[in-house]
């Protein structure tokens, strides 16, 4: 059975935080987001505490390259411009971070200080995505190679390697298009190119293309080009020539987010026209597993805008946000794959959540939303299953002011964190 928590004040954690303090206590890491302003797009940095709360350092730091808000399908234009997961992408081993500018068709990359994660330094300059409107971006486990998802008129990949001082090289042999009809800026969210992932042995890129129904009027079922595309990896990080495609099963028509299923070969997908998606590629390991995923839904009751997810290691189960409802869904999906919904939790306003990554920090894992029309980041203690407690909102609006940092609700994009060793 599916429980609703509808309250937004909770009792203190026992570490002996408030609840929605606006304070933290330490420098553990840091959250990113994105201003993706047309102006000038930055990377916006927040201090987390040992505590888990954010604050009161913010930072912004220029990525050398422009934001753009794509065309919002029925209009007006709302949150979640670029309607992606993975506009800002960390490695924390190498301490990288790669963010997209969706409106100069590049991607940055910068080096987060191991001592002050707030701190960014941008390495080389912006790198020409091969295509328009970048959306997403992923940075591979051994920090040698990155890819984009270009979700504009000119759509695909195309991938990089990493160099220490000038940045992202275009890598030979892998720009690969997927010919959408699209325009740039993009328009969205049905049809739009969502998240592009390497598996986690790096032997596949992986990419999510949204459907669109072929006439007004027509149920998720029958939406068409909807698919994952997956593409191999070869040791010199060339790509597969073509790729392998994957489709939802019935009902599934929007694959957004990806996020990798411990112990598996296969990817929980948020899916705003049902809920959430499997996609199981089988195998022992990653090089064994099919290139073709068999795929299964799961429905959401109720849901509006279902569009982000990450994974918590301390409860076992994976948290997605739905932008229409302000509503994080708590799921599990158990050895077989099957997907259940374990309980629902109410975020503060009426819309406009978007990105969300869950981080750990000691023995505490915790869940950063950031609340576009809030120009808040909500944060939620997620340790333990059917149980997260929102335990923070931090308003970053005087803050972003005072570090010189402008921005419109409605552009800024993207989650991620940075955890000190």
Known sequence: MLFVSVSLLFSALVFGSTAFASFSFGNAGAVYFLTNDPSGNKVVS?????????????????????GLHGITTPPPQAADAIFSQGSIAINSKAKLLAAVNPGSNSVSLFRINPE??????????P?????????SVAINSKATHACVLNGGKVNGISCFTIHPVFGLIPQPNTVRFLKRNQTTPANGPMNALSQVIFSPDDSRVIAAVKGFPTAPGMSPSQYTFRFLATWTVSPDGSLSSEFVKSTPASGGALPFSL??????????????????????????????????ATASVTAVPGEVALCWSTFSTKSGNFYTVDTGTNLVTEVHVDKDLKASLV???????????LDGEVATIGSNDFLYVL???????????????????????????????KAGVTFTNINIQGLATFIKA
Do not use: M
Request: charged share 15%; hydrophobic share 40%; proline share 7%.
């Open 343 to 353: 309980k629902q939790y109410q975020l503060a306003g009426t819309s406009g959540v």
């Open 371 to 401: 609340s576009a029309n809030e120009a808040s980041i909500d944060v939620l203690s997620v340790n333990i299953p059917a149980n997260a407690k929102i335990v923070q909102a931090f308003g970053f609006t005087s803050a972003a002011e």
């Open 46 to 66: 927040v201090n987390i505490g040992s505590n888990g709360l954010l604050g009161p350092s913010v930072k912004g730091f220029s990525t050398g390259g422009h």
């Open 259 to 292: 996020t990798p299923i411990p112990g598996s070969n296969a990817y929980l997908a948020t899916d705003p026209a049902i809920g959430v998606d499997i996609f199981d590629f089988g195998g022992t390991d990653g090089r064994s597993a099919s290139l073709e």
């Open 116 to 125: 002050d994660p707030t701190q960014l330094t941008l390495v080389g300059r």
């Open 127 to 135: 790198a020409p995505s091969a295509g328009e409107f970048p959306v």
